[in-house]
Nanobody, 121 residues
Framework: QVQLVESGGGLVQPGGSLRLSCAAS????????MNWYRQAPGKQRELVAI???????NYADSVKGRFTISRDNAKNTVYLQMNSLKPEDAAVYYC???????????????WGQGTLVTVSS
């Protein structure tokens, strides 16, 4: 099948930066959107940033101007550069991808296991 593995989470002070990575592997024919979500304790999972196969990006209003999503299609990897982090950015960050598998072709929505981001002084 298809797996997503995130990395790069950790503890950072307010105003600091982190770069998350998410690598996809498995029976991949092509990947369409690769996205980042986050879920803070007691809150619903929310969309942070999207990156389509055509390179279009979009962001939640709360992170616009501070976060940048990028993608390396050759490596099936998506990144999330997070700058000027705030305590309210603390959450488990999840990678999500829409994948077309190798034959027999199927569309799958795949989730990573999540990586914890803590923003605290």
């Amino acid at each position: 099948q298809v797996q997503l593995v995130e990395s790069g989470g950790g503890l950072v002070q307010p105003g600091g930066s982190l770069r998350l990575s998410c690598a996809a592997s498995g029976s991949i024919f092509s990947i369409h959107a690769m996205n980042w979500y986050r879920q803070a304790p007691g809150k619903q999972r929310e969309l942070v940033a999207i990156n389509t196969s055509g390179g279009n990006t979009n962001y939640a209003d709360s992170v616009k101007g501070r976060f940048t999503i990028s993608r390396d299609n050759a490596k099936n990897t998506v990144y999330l550069q997070m700058n000027s982090l705030k305590p309210e950015d603390a959450a488990v960050y999840y990678c999500n991808a829409a994948v077309l598998t190798t034959s027999p072709h199927r569309y799958l929505e795949v989730w990573g296991q999540g990586t914890l981001v803590t923003v605290s002084s």
